[in-house]
């Protein structure tokens, strides 16, 4: 074993960060017991420069099955960033001699990533009503990046993506009749797979986003991207429950699909608007099987805290989405 | 026969301290954490104020739908495999108004709050 966690990253920081004498102020911001994420400082006679580092300590198995993992994710990265999307520089990728596990160090981003903040502090108001068209000229420049360039990643369409929520669904073994109601939907409406397979962010949401006041700054955790239909991401992002309250608005609870798709298309991308609302359904289903999911793991362990069984309890919001979406009462809204 | 106070009495107790006595006294992750925690007794309190007669109400119409008698999980078990295998969809009377009443009930436990049932509940009043 090797000393503390600080002495290992200020150790690793000062092998690749010329001038660089140490770190100071590592603080532990998010995550589960498989994945964390620090905020720390390179301390540096020039100034010190503010860093991030995400890794999944040694010890911990395989990532489940649909991340990325942590390599992947710095790759994706530094493509995005080298493309001109709006990212932190990864700084570093981790290996096995700096005894930190796997994961990579990245520059900090000033900004806000709390949606409910994004979405009600003064501070951007007036940037908010900018954001759906921002959101649609970022995705549209990620569906862009060229594959050859990419690392390997899973390849994802409708037929799969059923698969997988009517497996890990089946696997809680408890009956929710509305996800049977969504998961036949989507099976009869299956738009089939698309024609030309872009990677998909997979999680491009209010919440994974650094928002400041001149707008979007950068895009968060691309752990689960993957190959796919471009369209499953301009879905996502208006799946109800990433509009944190302001439901009237779609994407993100920022703006309405129209801004975002002529923020798509501005930036070249072609919408299909039909396959955006199928996705959306799948996503709204997504979040709720995830919702299962964590209760599933509060009571398997090892992370049985009562944040994630108390998530459990929110999957029938995504019931009510899916009713609202799929057998909406008279009276529209 | 237990006796008072109810167990929706001491809950209500145990969540007042922690809001009134422990919340101004922590901050940070402590402080979220135990925002949880009082939100999880809370959840449990309506739970055990709504659940019974609304649990009644949902198997008197599964019994309906599905022609035959069982227990409440027996039954969703049945309404979801039938519309899986598309033996019962939204054209079946009955299937919509069931599914939408039982998942109303459902948020008026876990998140009354939630914009989504805000808004269907208005609805509901103003019709």
Sequence with gaps: ?333 | MQDEPTPIELLNAVAEFLRNDIAPKISGASAFKLRVATNAIDLVVRQLELSEPRAADELTRLVKLLGENGSLVDLNRKLADSIATGTVDLQTPGLADHLWQTTMDKLAVDQPNYASYRRELEREENS
């Design chain 1, 1 to 333: 074993m090797s000393g503390s966690f600080e002495a290992d990253l200020a150790r690793c920081v000062t092998r690749w960060c010329a001038g660089a004498t140490g770190i100071a102020n590592a603080a532990r911001l998010s995550g589960g017991a498989s994945q964390e994420t620090w905020s720390f400082d390179i301390v540096h006679p020039d100034g010190d420069i503010g860093a991030i580092l995400r890794r999944a300590p040694s010890g911990y198995g395989a990532a489940p099955e649909r991340a990325a993992g942590l390599d992947a994710e710095a790759v994706l990265m530094q493509r995005a960033y080298a493309a001109g999307i709006p990212s932190p520089p990864v700084m570093h990728v981790l290996e096995a001699t700096d005894g930190l596990g796997t994961g990579f160090i990245m520059g900090r981003i000033a900004g806000e990533t709390i949606a409910r903040k994004i979405l009600r502090d003064d501070a951007f108001a007036a940037v908010r009503p900018k954001l759906a068209q921002q959101a649609g000229g970022v995705l549209c420049g990620i569906h862009g990046l060229d594959r050859a360039t990419l690392p390997q990643l899973r390849r994802m369409n409708p037929a799969t993506e059923i698969a997988e929520l009517t497996r890990d669904y089946h696997g809680f073994d408890w009956p929710r009749p509305v996800f049977d109601l969504a998961l036949r939907w989507l099976a009869d409406n299956d738009p089939g797979p698309v024609q030309q397979e872009t990677l998909v962010h997979g999680d491009f949401r209010n919440g994974n986003l650094i928002i400041g006041e001149d707008g979007i700054r950068a895009v968060l955790d691309w752990e689960l991207a993957h190959f796919g239909d471009p369209m499953e991401d301009l879905g996502w992002i208006c799946v109800n429950s990433w509009r944190f309250g302001a439901i009237d608005k779609p994407v993100g609870g920022f703006g309405s699909r129209e801004e975002m798709f002529a923020g798509y298309e501005a930036a070249g991308g072609r919408v299909d608007a039909a396959r955006v609302k199928y996705w959306e359904v799948m996503g709204t289903l997504r979040w709720g099987v995830m919702c299962c999911g964590m209760m599933q793991r509060f009571r398997t362990g090892p992370d049985h805290s009562m944040e994630r069984a108390m998530i459990g309890r929110r999957a029938s919001e995504t019931e009510i989405d899916l009713l609202r979406l799929l057998a909406p009462r008279a009276g529209g809204g």
